[in-house]
């Protein structure tokens, strides 16, 4: 926080709120800190069982959200706020997702929070589906980050998480798709939902060349960070970029593309981080995250696979994860919906951490 704030104060003059807005990417983290300050450590349970109760509701909103918006084009504006309460943005819904689908796979309310009756636990994993099927078609970064909540808790091993439900319900799904073989093609929706739509977006993961209509869009990210990443390595940016305000996509990225939809973020967290603030605020981002991994995967290490302060350990690490691989896709880290978000798992994450303590040399000796 104290470079991100360097690298904004001096720029308050030239940019104004601009640089506000764009520091946001280090001013959220004041709700960690926030969360570590006023909240006793037990409170970190009571966010698990929080996030339960606010997850059958969350995955509804999706749903409502999505088709509210783009196939019968609602609007509910917010006060002073140009995001409306139906702007549906999949790598937001993405990071969700992927929290959520890990806390139904680890069945962390057993653990953690209030068990979930067996018909919840269904209606819930029909819900993900739902809003998977949207976000696979919508994004491939959010589909990416959504995989990792189920995929992740894998290392567990199938007879620690509670694997039959998503498989059944994901089988039923994929027959129908393959026997019915649906389009759904909203009006104001970026893609379409159909079959088609989702081997497109996978194949072109694999090989960009044969994504047809989706090229563009990854060499437009790829020229933009390849143009900063070059200039910013020169001596005049290395060690301070360019300062939190300055529109890094009007200066890196082919605008030409992008006119009738102006964009301020490069759309991946560690080039923001280089760009606003050079390679000292991309190491300290980074050396963050390492940092977390670290203290979450001594907790695994430590207490075991089958202990359940591990299968939380994993739920914070899978979501650190997803927020990665969504965030290098798209703008993640800047929204106030996923960034405040991030912050306060995050705090809260650190607060169960210390409440786990990691038995040191010596308590082992006089055990």
């Not at 694997?163 to 994929?174: G, Y």
């Not at 299968?311 to 798209?330: D, K, N, P, T």
Request: glycine share 8%; proline share 6%; aromatic share 18%.
């Amino acid at each position: 926080m104290t470079w991100g704030m360097l690298r904004t104060i001096p720029n308050l003059p030239y940019f104004g709120m601009d640089a506000i807005r764009d520091a946001v990417i280090w001013g959220y983290a004041v709700f960690a800190l926030l969360i570590l300050a006023l909240f006793p450590i037990q409170y970190q349970r009571n966010f698990l069982k929080f996030f339960q109760y606010l997850m059958p509701l969350w995955m509804v909103w999706m749903l409502t959200a999505f088709i509210a918006r783009n196939a019968f084009n609602i609007e509910i504006p917010l006060p002073n706020n140009p995001i409306g309460l139906f702007d549906f943005r999949s790598a937001d819904m993405g990071m969700y997702l992927a929290a959520i689908g890990a806390f139904l796979l680890l069945r962390l309310d057993i653990s953690h929070g209030r068990k979930m009756p067996t018909w919840l636990v269904w209606l819930s994993w029909v819900l993900w589906l739902a809003d998977f099927g949207i976000v696979f078609s919508q994004s491939r970064g959010s589909f990416l980050g959504s995989l990792s909540g189920i995929v992740l808790p894998g290392i567990y091993g199938l007879k620690r998480i509670d694997w039959r439900p998503p498989v059944i319900l994901a089988f039923v799904v994929l027959i129908a798709l393959l026997a019915i073989n649906p389009v759904y093609n909203f009006p104001n929706a970026k893609r379409e939902i159909s079959v088609q739509q989702y081997v497109e977006n996978f194949t072109s993961l694999i090989n960009i060349n044969d994504s047809g209509s989706l090229t563009n869009t990854v060499n437009w990210r790829l020229n933009m960070w390849r143009s900063l990443v070059e200039q910013v390595s020169s001596p005049e940016l290395f060690w301070q970029g360019h300062g939190f305000g300055f529109n890094l996509p009007a200066k890196y990225a082919d605008t030409a593309t992008n006119k009738d939809n102006p964009l301020r973020s490069p759309h991946d967290i560690f080039i923001s981080f280089l760009g606003f603030s050079g390679f000292p605020g991309l190491f300290l981002w980074c050396l963050f995250l390492v940092f977390l991994a670290r203290r979450f995967f001594k907790i695994i290490i430590t207490h075991g696979l089958s202990n359940s302060k591990s299968r939380l350990a994993l739920w914070y690490l899978i979501f650190i994860l997803s927020f990665i691989i969504i965030g290098s896709f798209g703008n993640l880290i800047e929204t106030p919906f996923s960034g405040i978000w991030f912050w306060v798992v995050i705090g809260f994450g650190l607060l169960f951490s210390y409440s786990s303590p990691v038995p040191t040399a010596q308590t082992s000796v006089q055990r």
